[in-house]
């Protein structure tokens, strides 16, 4: 069976979403204590918060890489 997580979508650009957390989002300068969901670009990301991911596009912040 495929995993759930790969089929998940930006809901702003379709690109394919990719779980990151601590070292790898302090290069983006997000601050996401719980990791974060990045776009295929490295452009978006979308929050973990109390567990869930948050892709409600008001809760994305735009990195610069």
């Not at 996401?32 to 974060?36: D, F, H, I, M, R």
């Given at each position: 069976s495929?995993?759930?997580?790969?089929l998940?979508r930006?809901p702003v650009?379709q690109?394919?979403?990719h779980?990151?957390?601590?070292e790898?989002?302090?290069?983006?300068?997000?601050d996401?204590?719980?990791?974060?969901y990045?776009?295929?670009?490295?452009?978006?990301?979308?929050?973990?918060?109390?567990?869930?991911l948050?892709l409600?596009p008001?809760s994305?912040?735009?990195?610069?890489?």
């Open positions: 495929e995993d759930v997580t790969s998940l930006c650009t690109q394919t979403l779980f990151k957390e601590g790898a989002l302090a290069a983006f300068g997000a996401y204590p719980e990791g974060a990045l776009t295929e670009d490295g452009q978006r990301a979308y929050p973990v918060e109390d567990g869930f948050n409600a008001d994305s912040t735009e990195l610069k890489s």
